[in-house]
């Protein structure tokens, strides 16, 4: 029976359209998703959108729409932009569906039954692009340390989580488990902000309509956040399926943006075990992708849309700049410039010039057909050595790691063809020496188009076809599939086309 594994990426607001920010995290899920099930674990896949609260209700009223129609909307451009990127999504939640208000307001009675949230005043300042609450301390100079603009002060009558309560609770999960949140300075960072003590959190509005009534006092909504994090239970059945949830629950990853660590390792276990829930097994919060050194965002006017560079590098080329380019951890810079660079070295040069010449001496000396010789030379060992990297680092979701991994492989390949020269060998009329050689290369292809089909699967389906194989990549199963001696001799070779033909800078 196949292992459950369950990843999300967050649920992005609707007031904004999908940016390659958002593409950053989806596209690496994306890849840890393909991973696991090309291991053969059942997963689901969750993305979705978050369609509540103060900023899209502004935002659907600057548009002069209902926020329905504006969630609508925009929900649709994250679905269109997930396809065009080949992502792979189970399920595509929307807080607004039927499914999400059952599970969210049958959560909230059980944590209100449970004695975790109290009726209070509330007087603070609060950041509407954030939908979060925020001490003078914490501000800088009056302005939101995350969007620097002003806060507005909002006095309400809100209902209180008691996120004080789950203080020692906290510390003592993540001692217990010091891999839930990673990278490990972002465990310290939420360590550090626990131990700074923990206040309760309003978790109810009065001020808007646009949410989900609370089940016991309907004049208020929940709050965005409260709601939005919910999600990632309704998407696998709670309250609706419990069979269903007992299988995915708790979550493998969440994956998010450092933007929000703080909601998803503090405020969000501590409501999972409000509701007698388990944590997250692991948060892992990515940095962000800057331009020109700056976050992306829509009042800085400096974003990039994933549609725009499709269009120049293609699927393939675009999500392998995401995965490869900066390690999945810390902020990078995105510029065209190094997406050229990385475009033309990594997929051009290396991927694709290696199967163009070994496709090309195939049919040249082989008569295009796969041979029954293996010279059994140094990529015999090489290979399984690639995949025992990769899954070390997909384990650790260094994606970066794993694909460096792969392109050691591919230049391990590209190596030993100038070392053993099959054209000399050819020419020199050693038949057999010709197919041996040949024939490790084209085994190595075909690992190469396995392995890297979670990252590229549109160029890794081509060349697993222009090998004569059957099926798709993502017929095979890991690790078995990972063996020498799976390219079937006799097959039909198929030179085609540049894989990924070089860009002009
Ligand atoms: O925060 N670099 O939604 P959101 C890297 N609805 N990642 C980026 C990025 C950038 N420049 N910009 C955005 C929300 N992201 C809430 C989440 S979850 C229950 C609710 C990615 O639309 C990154 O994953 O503001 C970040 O955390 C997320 O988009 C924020 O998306």
Redesign the pocket.
Known sequence: MSAPFYIT?????VN?VP?I??A??TVAADFVARWRRLHGDDVVFLTGT?EHGLKVQRSAEAQGVTPREWADRTAQRFVEAWRGLDISNDDFIRTTEPRHYHAVQQFLQTVYDNGFIELGTYEGLYCVPCEAYYTEEELNDGRCPIHDRPVDHVTEENYFFRLSAFEDRLLEHYTKHPDAVQPESRRNEVLGFIRQGLRDFSMSRTSIDWGIPLPWDSSHVTYV?FD??F??CTAVGYGADPARFERYWPVNYH???K??LR?HAVYWPAMLMAGGLEPPQCVFA?????VGGE??SKTRLNQIFPADLVADFGVDGVRYHFLADQRFGPDGDFSYESMVARYNADLANNFGNLASRVLNMAVSYLGGTVPEERANGPLAAAVPRAYEAMVGAMADLDLAGALAALWELIRNANAYIEASEPWKLYKAGETEAVAGVLGDCLETLRAVALLASPAIPRASADLWRRLGLDGSPESERLPDAINIGRLPAGRSLVKGDSLFPRKDA
């Open positions: 990426t967050p649920i992005y607001y904004d940016h920010g958002h950053y995290t978050d956040w939005a994090l999600n990632y994956l998010v943006g933007d929000i909601f990515h940095g962000w992708l800057l976050k992306m």
